[in-house]
């Protein structure tokens, strides 16, 4: 038997039955057609999901304190969301309310999916994470180490909060050696990520080796400073190495994971970037020590070995260092003794023999020789004698001939010649003047003379005065 249902008019009136009798299925699609036009943007926890592969939707349920709804979205329309759901998220769902009409239940079918409130942010800080792990700023290989015993420590942090002193601190009661360049910012609110990046600059324009960025915890609205992306790549790109120390242990930020070391909170940051004066002291007694020990031992097994060393027979008495050496020396000294008597006598022989050898050779080839040099001469002799007279003939005409040319022959005849005081033949009147002293050279020897007066003449020489 089919069954019916009682509408009602319009304000609540009830509709007479026989004129308004539904079915099951009228009914259902009469209320699926009016839940469609009613577009709700609703904000719940999710308690239940599932999202099996052979599934054409994912089923989840979301609630609040009072109330549970059960919620569906296609799976093409959830992987545009880039969400994956898990139970305790804060969601925010925008769709309407639809009835599955073989059942009869009602679910509030999902168009649209994103975080509610803080899971926004989340969201919103995730997405920002990917994208500088995608560019390489989070990879460890590009961590730097902090120094080991570090003399300057760069501070950015707000000058008034409780962070600052707890830092301040613990430096000081670690390591106190340490010398703090602190840049006070805000950080919190709109302004505080350009102002954390302008005291990481200026920390590290100073002679900082390290920066350590820290603030306290809080909700984690206001914390989001530290998801800032400027901020991060600051941070990355800051020249010296970057230690954050931001809120409790749970939290993560976006300064955290770029950072070169992240420690959970600002006090464990200070205690972490610092040694303990304590345990240095205590580090370096032991290692002195075990220095002191060690130098101990080393000098007592080198003085066993000097000791050891002393005692041998070589170094009390030097000479047995070569007394095989000498005994071989001794021993050849004698064998060479023995050895050159024999042997000059042998040498002194056959240089007897030698000598008269070369006497007699010397005796027949001096013989020889001067025989050869008897012949030649006689020839030399010869030839000489026929040249020697060729030339003296020729000699002869050639000393007549000279002496027909010599000034001396000249001057045998009544010539004379006159040079200067230099030494020059006077060929003309006009080369010297009255007082000029000359030197009269005639056949046999030399006049002074001295010029009194000269006249030039075609045919006659001019008078001088002695």
Known sequence: MAGYAQGTAEGGAPVPQEAKLLTVSQALDIVKGALKGIRLTIVGEVSEVSAKRSYKAVYFTIKDRDSSLKCLMWNDLYRASGMELEIGQKVEVSGFFSLYAARGTMNFDVRR???????????????????????????????????EYPSVIGLVTSPHSDAVHDILRTLRRRWPLARVVLAGVPVEGAGAPAAMIEGL?????????????????????????????????????????????????????????????????????????????AEVAEAL??????????????????????????????????????AQEAMGVDHLAGRLERALPAGLEKRRDTVAQLRGRMARVAAIGFQRERSLVDRHRARLTVGLSGATDRFRRDMGLRAARLNDLSPLAVLGRGYAIARS?????????????SGDRLQVQVSDGFIDAKVGGSRLVSTETVALDD
């Open 113 to 147: 999916l994103s975080f509610a409130g803080e899971g926004r942010l989340r969201m919103e800080v995730a997405r920002l994470a990917r994208k500088l792990e995608a560019e390489g700023l989070t990879d460890p290989a590009r961590k730097r180490p902090l120094p």
């Open 201 to 277: 600059r200026c920390v590290a324009e100073s002679d900082a080796e390290f920066v350590l960025l820290g603030r306290g915890g809080g909700s984690y609205e206001s914390m989001m400073p530290f998801n800032d992306e400027g901020l991060a790549r600051a941070i990355a790109a800051c020249p010296i190495p970057v230690v954050t120390g931001i809120g409790h242990e749970p939290d993560n930020f976006i300064a955290d994971i770029v950072a070169d070391v992240r420690l959970s909170t600002p006090t464990m940051a200070a205690a972490g970037v610092v040694p303990d004066q």
């Open 285 to 322: 007694a032991t290692r002195g020590k075990a220095l002191h020990g060690r130098m101990l031992r080393a000098l007592e097994r080198k003085s066993s070995e000097v000791k050891r060393l002393s005692d041998r027979p070589v170094l009390r008495d030097a000479t047995q260092l070569f």
């Open 421 to 433: 005081e230099s030494g020059d033949v006077v060929k003309s009147v006009s080369s010297v003047s």
